[in-house]
């Protein structure tokens, strides 16, 4: 009886829902914009004490980031891992797993690329590209289902073991690059064959700036769609809320888990497979560049959300751009945007306490 | 290196000798990280602690000229970087996994940032013992050169474990770490305890982080460290939250770090990156079989996140 009296209540409410949605998105943009503006403050304390102007540094951070075309092409260039790397850790938390191995995945991923690439050239430009592709996300795949793997079948805590497993893959990788896979050409920097000029991945017309661009943008739409709108995301989620309610549904957890971490991990092989066959042009220590460390941060700030992955990775690539503008024009070590990053990331997190707290941003009659 | 007058039989020699050189930060590490999550909490953050630790302590060797007030002020900085794990992590729904890794992020970019001068200029470092002056072998003698950090360590895993057992501050940790709810019902204030067990965390974890960069290899590079800071973290999970276990381990894992280089000095180059890979695959092979799907972890604080 009690239900059916409820139903009126429940149908009066139809109206107030969009609001409610405004609300809880309000909630989601404006927490993490306040938590960036904190930690640029505290960033600009952090200048000031070492004697810098906390204004000029934020001029040239916006000048080197985004002021020109140049800059603007630059930032779009370092954005593209970026937003393939973010992916690596976004997909696999939506099952409630943060998985920290993107390195690992993009720097193998390259490197299969790159052999890839050298044995099959000579053959159609397009059919070396999507080989490369294929083989990069497959890598890249297997690595990080690896991780997942292991958590689930073992226990192992996926966080602590993807890591480890990027570290033997930097090894792996520097074992064949400096090894059995070393173009003997290469002589001040070890480096694999290089793939043909043909094959390589161009720039998008008219602009200064790789597909690779592209190719994350798609990625992460399709990310959304997978997370979102289809049954398999929907379970992902269930999974991420609560694992053993996941079960007692009869939800096929394992695969589920292994099937995220393998999004993931393809998503940061093609950032490996991006970087060699549109920048570097072969496997070198170039690819150890720190795009898996920085996807974590986009990922954490954009809160697993693949259509934010996109302008934040822009955000931190500008930052990543504008690091050799301070270093010129201020004397600042090339590591000051890992300060200011590693700053915005505690804030971040600090942040995460604030959901739910505000009023103004819960559902009204609730 | 050292083992070419006595061929292959210098290689077990130059493992122990390595084991012992490279355990300390190990040791260290492992224990701060054994008091934080006997406390309830992970630092995944230690790595960049250490850091953090080995760029203060040899520029502060470098500014005094006295490599100790070096090792003391690596301790307060990580103490600083702990406390601030502590006190973030002490927000309500705030994930110390997360806040760890961002932890990794700001240690490493703080020391690259202001270590950035301390490359070049050389700092006096940490003085050895040399225990093996009785015998007349070169290799005995520089394998049993030894820090005083290191003895330090042993002695502080001891009080460690007796703290742990037999003292009311050790319970009081034991029980914030294993049920919160008994803790509060007993009038101790958890957040706080956990605070002060990942700031004292840090601490050690700086102090091991200054072995690196003040005795061996004895010089500060953004190369420094290579993840001992989080292989301590696994460590610890190895060693079941024992600080007497968490010594073996320590040696256990400087000795797989010591076998590149010792197969190295008798002319085994080939898998030179690979053989330096074996602590990270010693350390995800003892997870893979220390871990379980199914129950927790035998020894573990209740309240631990990482291992439900």
């Known amino acids: 009886m009690e239900a059916v009296a409820a139903l009126p209540a429940n149908a009066g409410t139809r109206a107030p829902l969009a609001s409610d949605a405004v609300r809880r998105a309000a909630e989601g943009l404006l927490i993490p914009l306040g938590a960036l503006a904190v930690s640029m403050?505290?960033?600009?304390?952090?200048?000031?004490?070492?004697?810098?102007?906390?204004?000029?540094?934020?001029?040239?951070?916006?000048?080197?980031?985004?002021?020109?075309?140049?800059?603007?092409?630059?930032?779009?260039?370092?954005?593209?891992?970026?937003?393939?790397?973010?992916?690596?850790?976004?997909?696999?938390?939506?099952?409630?797993?943060?998985?920290?191995g993107a390195e690992g995945a993009l720097v193998l991923g390259g490197l299969a690329a790159a052999v890839s690439g050298h044995l099959l050239s000579g053959h159609a430009p397009l059919a070396v590209q999507l080989a490369m592709a294929l083989a990069a996300m497959t890598t890249g795949a297997a690595w990080i289902a690896l991780a997942g793997g292991l958590r689930h079948f073992r226990g192992v805590n996926e966080t602590i073991g993807s890591l480890l497993l990027t570290y033997i893959a930097i090894a792996l990788f520097n074992h064949f690059v400096e090894g059995p896979l070393r173009d003997p050409a290469s002589l001040n920097k070890p480096s694999t064959m290089p793939i043909d000029e043909a094959s390589m991945v161009g720039n998008l017309p008219g602009l200064d700036v790789h597909w690779g661009l592209v190719f994350g943008v798609v990625f992460c739409l399709a990310c959304h769609v997978l997370v979102r709108h289809t049954v398999a995301g929907f379970a992902l989620r269930v999974v991420g809320g609560n694992v053993r309610a996941a079960r007692l549904a009869g939800l096929p957890v394992g695969a589920l888990i292994l099937g995220s971490c393998a999004v993931g991990g393809a998503a940061a092989g093609l950032a490996g497979m991006v970087e060699v066959a549109a920048v570097h042009g072969s496997a070198n220590a170039s690819l150890i560049a720190g795009y898996g460390y920085a996807g974590i941060l986009v990922a954490f700030i954009a809160r697993h959300n693949p259509l934010a992955i996109v302008p934040v990775a822009i955000l931190v690539g500008g930052i990543n751009a504008s690091g050799s503008i301070l270093q010129r024009r201020l004397d600042l070590p090339d590591a000051t945007v890992l300060v200011l990053q590693g700053i915005a990331f505690m804030a971040i997190l600090a942040a995460e306490t604030l959901y739910g707290r505000a009023r103004l941003f819960q559902p009204r009659g609730a | 290196m050292e083992s070419e007058a006595l061929g292959w039989y210098g290689v077990p020699i130059a493992v122990l000798g390595g084991a012992i050189r490279v355990s300390t930060p190990f040791l260290f590490v492992s224990l701060g990280e054994c008091l934080t999550e006997r406390s309830g909490r992970i630092n995944l953050g230690l790595e960049g602690v250490l850091v953090m630790g080995a760029m203060s302590g040899y520029a502060v060797s470098f500014l005094t000229g006295n490599a100790w007030v070096g090792v003391l002020v690596a301790g307060l900085a990580g103490m600083a970087l702990g406390l601030l794990h502590?006190?973030?992590?002490?927000?309500?729904?705030?994930?110390?996994?997360?806040?760890?890794?961002?932890?990794?992020?700001?240690?490493?970019?703080?020391?690259?940032?202001?270590?950035?001068?301390?490359?070049?200029?050389?700092?006096?470092?940490?003085?050895?013992?040399?225990?093996?002056?009785?015998?007349?072998?070169?290799?005995?003698?520089?394998?049993?050169?030894?820090?005083?950090?290191?003895?330090?360590?042993?002695?502080?895993?001891?009080?460690?474990?007796?703290?742990?057992?037999?003292?009311?501050?050790?319970?009081?940790?034991?029980?914030?770490?294993?049920?919160?709810?008994?803790?509060?019902?007993?009038?101790?204030?958890?957040?706080?305890?956990?605070?002060?067990?990942?700031?004292?965390?840090?601490?050690?974890?700086?102090?091991?982080?200054?072995?690196?960069?003040?005795?061996?290899?004895?010089?500060?590079?953004?190369?420094?460290?290579?993840?001992?800071?989080?292989?301590?973290?696994?460590?610890?999970?190895?060693?079941?939250?024992?600080?007497?276990?968490?010594?073996?381990?320590?040696?256990?894992?400087?000795?797989?770090?010591?076998?590149?280089?010792?197969?190295?000095?008798?002319?085994?180059?080939?898998?030179?990156?690979?053989?330096?890979?074996?602590?990270?695959v010693l350390t995800l092979a003892i997870m893979i079989f220390t871990s379980s799907p199914n129950r927790t972890l035998a020894g573990a604080p209740g309240e631990l996140s990482v291992t439900r």
């Open chain 2, 86 to 280: 502590g006190l973030v992590c002490s927000l309500a729904r705030v994930s110390d996994i997360a806040v760890g890794i961002g932890l990794m992020l700001l240690g490493t970019g703080l020391a690259f940032f202001l270590g950035k001068p301390y490359v070049q200029p050389k700092a006096p470092t940490l003085p050895a013992l040399h225990l093996g002056d009785w015998s007349a072998s070169p290799q005995i003698q520089a394998a049993l050169q030894i820090n005083v950090l290191f003895l330090a360590g042993i002695a502080l895993a001891i009080a460690m474990a007796w703290a742990f057992r037999a003292t009311r501050w050790g319970l009081i940790v034991r029980m914030v770490g294993d049920s919160a709810d008994a803790a509060r019902a007993m009038g101790y204030p958890v957040a706080a305890v956990r605070t002060l067990c990942t700031a004292a965390g840090g601490f050690l974890a700086g102090v091991g982080g200054s072995f690196l960069s003040l005795y061996y290899p004895g010089s500060w590079n953004e190369g420094l460290s290579s993840g001992q800071g989080l292989m301590a973290v696994a460590l610890v999970i190895f060693a079941r939250w024992r600080p007497l276990a968490c010594f073996w381990a320590a040696l256990l894992f400087g000795g797989a770090g010591a076998i590149g280089p010792a197969l190295q000095s008798v002319g085994v180059t080939g898998g030179y990156y690979l053989f330096n890979a074996a602590p990270y």
């Open chain 1, 41 to 100: 403050l505290l960033f600009g304390v952090f200048v000031l004490v070492l004697g810098k102007d906390p204004i000029a540094v934020y001029q040239l951070i916006w000048k080197g980031a985004f002021s020109t075309s140049f800059a603007w092409q630059n930032t779009l260039q370092r954005a593209a891992p970026l937003i393939l790397t973010a992916l690596c850790v976004a997909i696999p938390a939506r099952a409630g797993l943060i998985v920290i």
